[in-house]
T-cell receptor
Framework: DTAVSQTPKYLVTQMGNDKSIKCEQN?????MYWYKQDSKKFLKIMFS???????INETVPNRFSPKSPDKAHLNLHINSLELGDSAVYFC??????????????FGPGTRLLVL | SQQGEEDPQALSIQEGENATMNCSYK?????LQWYRQNSGRGLVHLIL?????REKHSGRLRVTLDTSKKSSSLLITASRAADTASYFC???????????FGGGTRLMVKP
C-alpha cells in the first residue's frame, strides 16, 4: 500500500490556468507538508499543516492555497499559473512536531510544467 | 539561501568503494537527517542524528555530526550500483518540524 500518494503524477498546463494537486497519506500522521523542488534539485518547504491547521507558511505567493479537509489529506491549489511555477511538488507527512518522531515520508511527486 | 550546503555536488565511484558526502549548515539545529532520491522519485529517509549525538550507524551507512563546526558527513561503505541516487541532508528542529534541505550530492556508482 502506498503510504503517501499524490495525484496527478504529471501536469502540463497553460499559463494563467488554475490547477490542483492532491495528496493523501495512510500512515495516521498528524502533520503534512508541501515542498517545491526546482530544476536545480533544490527542495524548499512551502506549507505545513498539523491536524488540519496551518503551522508553516513560507514565503509563497498567495496564488498557492493549501487545503486540508482532514488530517489524511492536504491539497494544493494554484491560481493563475506562471512559467516559474514549473517544478516538482512533493507532499510529505510525519508524526506531530512534538512527538519526537521527525522522520518525514514523501510522496512520489507531481511534475508540473507550465507552458 | 539553503540552510545546508553539500559537498561534493557530484561523486562518481566504482562499486565496492566507499562514498563520503558532507553537509554544512548555518543555524542551530535539533536534528539532521539524510534522505535519498532516486531519479524521478520521491525522497526516502535514511537516517536521523540528533544534535546531542556524534555518530550513528545504520547498515552500510555511517553518519557523523559536529555541531561545533555545523557539519555532518554521510559515509556509504562498500557501495553498490543500486546506491546511485541523489543524497540530501536536511536540518530540522524549527517550529513545526520544518526541514531545510541542502542542494544534494549526486552519487553515481559504476558497476
Amino acid at each position: 500500500d502506498t503510504a503517501v500518494s499524490q495525484t496527478p503524477k504529471y501536469l502540463v498546463t497553460q499559463m494563467g490556468n488554475d490547477k490542483s494537486i492532491k495528496c493523501e497519506q495512510n500512515l495516521g500522521h498528524d502533520t503534512m507538508y508541501w515542498y517545491k523542488q526546482d530544476s536545480k534539485k533544490f527542495l524548499k518547504i512551502m506549507f505545513s499543516y498539523n491536524n488540519k491547521e496551518l503551522i508553516i507558511n513560507e514565503t509563497v505567493p498567495n496564488r498557492f492555497s493549501p487545503k486540508s479537509p482532514d488530517k489524511a489529506h492536504l491539497n494544493l491549489h494554484i491560481n493563475s499559473l506562471e512559467l516559474g511555477d514549473s517544478a516538482v511538488y512533493f507532499c510529505a507527512s510525519s508524526q506531530s512536531p512534538t512527538s519526537g518522531q521527525e522522520t518525514q515520508y514523501f510522496g512520489p511527486g507531481t511534475r508540473l510544467l507550465v507552458l | 539561501s539553503q540552510q545546508g550546503e553539500e559537498d561534493p555536488q557530484a561523486l562518481s565511484i566504482q562499486e565496492g568503494e566507499n562514498a563520503t558526502m558532507n553537509c554544512s549548515y548555518k543555524t542551530s539545529i535539533n536534528n539532521l537527517q539524510w534522505y535519498r532520491q532516486n531519479s524521478g522519485r520521491g525522497l526516502v529517509h535514511l537516517i536521523l542524528i540528533r544534535s546531542n549525538e556524534r555518530e550513528k550507524h545504520s547498515g552500510r551507512l555511517r553518519v557523523t555530526l559536529d555541531t561545533s563546526k555545523k557539519s555532518s558527513s554521510l559515509l556509504i561503505t562498500a557501495s553498490r550500483a543500486a546506491d546511485t541516487a541523489s543524497y540530501f541532508c536536511a536540518t530540522g528542529g524549527n517550529a513545526g518540524n520544518m526541514l531545510t534541505f541542502g542542494g544534494g550530492t549526486r552519487l553515481m556508482v559504476k558497476p
